[in-house]
């Protein structure tokens, strides 16, 4: 998909948390951009920031431990990160949607699923009580959820997980937001279920021309269902591209790894998946340098002795990667 006009542009972004009074930085200089009607994967293991990305767009980043220490998060054209905290709430549901994690928990066991639906509805369409009722039944059949003029009075601990994740999406598209992330949307949920959920984001983002930021671990979701894919290391934007540059062309020696370890079917299930040796630095010890210097394969002689600078660098029309590894692999 080529669109040059950007929806969203992230440029910089710098997050840190507060820990023992050091400020932590766990999203560090991250830069992409989002085009109407564009998936963009972002992946990373756990723990490498992708919600805290995704938190910092919302402008729901806790503070006090958290801050963004800088960068620019234009939507529209428009820095969020210069918005009051009245001004985003305007935002968050109306302008960019969530679906947060954990289908079981991130809904309200003491209200009703028509109620959290509503409520949205009568704060950010000025819906009338009534009218908000009948568009959740409406949002609700747009979804895929069995007798949702039934569901609407059901408390989120009668309903499945799968159910629930449905919910989710329904409140995250209540206000027909340009942009809709997705953090980890099938976690939880078994493999059929999965597939339908995917599916039915894919199927809502050709129909609304909806945007989507799809936040994942598993690859395999990636090459299904994104136009471009991120590739996320221990806070650091490591490789950037579209999908198909990044599944047959990678050329940082984590999104090859990170390839490699996928279980595939033609391969002899006799040997052993490959693996990226060593350990995911601690970031609050973490010094200069090379953030990958201590698994990469091959590293230089400027990595290992912390010499080498991080930053994105166009190797390939749209394929960028970190300048430090691009010819580690």
Do not use: W
Not at 169 to 194: F, G, M, Y
């Amino acid at each position: 998909m080529k669109n040059n006009y950007k929806l969203l542009d992230v440029k910089n972004l710098r997050t840190a948390f507060n820990v023992e009074g050091k400020d932590v930085t766990v999203v560090n200089d991250i830069s992409f951009n989002l085009s109407p009607g564009e998936i963009v994967g972002l992946v990373g293991e756990s723990g490498c920031g992708k919600s805290v990305t995704a938190l910092s767009l919302m402008g729901l980043v806790p503070d006090p431990p958290g801050k963004i220490l800088g960068g620019e998060i234009f939507l529209e054209g428009k820095d969020l990160l210069k918005f009051s905290e009245s001004d985003m709430e305007k935002v968050r549901g109306k302008e960019i949607g969530m679906i947060f994690q954990e289908p079981m928990t991130s809904l309200n066991p003491v209200l009703t699923i028509g109620k959290q639906i509503t409520e949205i509805l009568e704060l950010h369409q000025d819906m009338s009580k009534e009218e908000a009722i009948n568009e959740a039944i409406d949002l609700l059949k747009l979804v895929g959820l069995t007798d949702p003029e039934l569901r609407i009075n059901d408390y989120p601990h009668k309903l499945s997980g799968g159910q629930r994740q449905r919910i989710m999406i329904a409140i995250a598209l209540s206000c027909k937001p340009k942009i809709l992330i997705a953090d980890e949307p099938t976690t939880a949920l078994d493999v059929t279920i999965q597939a339908q959920i995917l599916e039915l984001i894919q199927k809502l983002s050709n129909e609304l021309g909806t945007s989507v930021i799809l936040i994942t671990h598993n690859l395999g979701i990636l090459a299904r269902y994104a136009h471009k894919i991120n590739v996320m290391y221990a806070g650091h934007l490591i490789e950037s591209g579209t999908t198909d540059e990044i599944f047959y062309n990678p050329k940082h020696p984590y999104t090859a790894g990170l390839l490699n370890s996928v279980p595939r079917l033609d391969l002899d299930p006799n040997i052993e998946l490959p693996t990226i040796k060593g350990e995911v630095p601690n970031l609050a010890e973490f010094n200069e340098g090379c953030i990958f210097k201590t698994r990469c394969p091959n590293p230089t002689n400027d990595c290992k002795d912390g010499k080498s600078e991080m930053g994105l660098i166009e190797v390939e029309p749209g394929h960028l990667v970190d300048k430090c590894c691009v010819n580690c692999k």
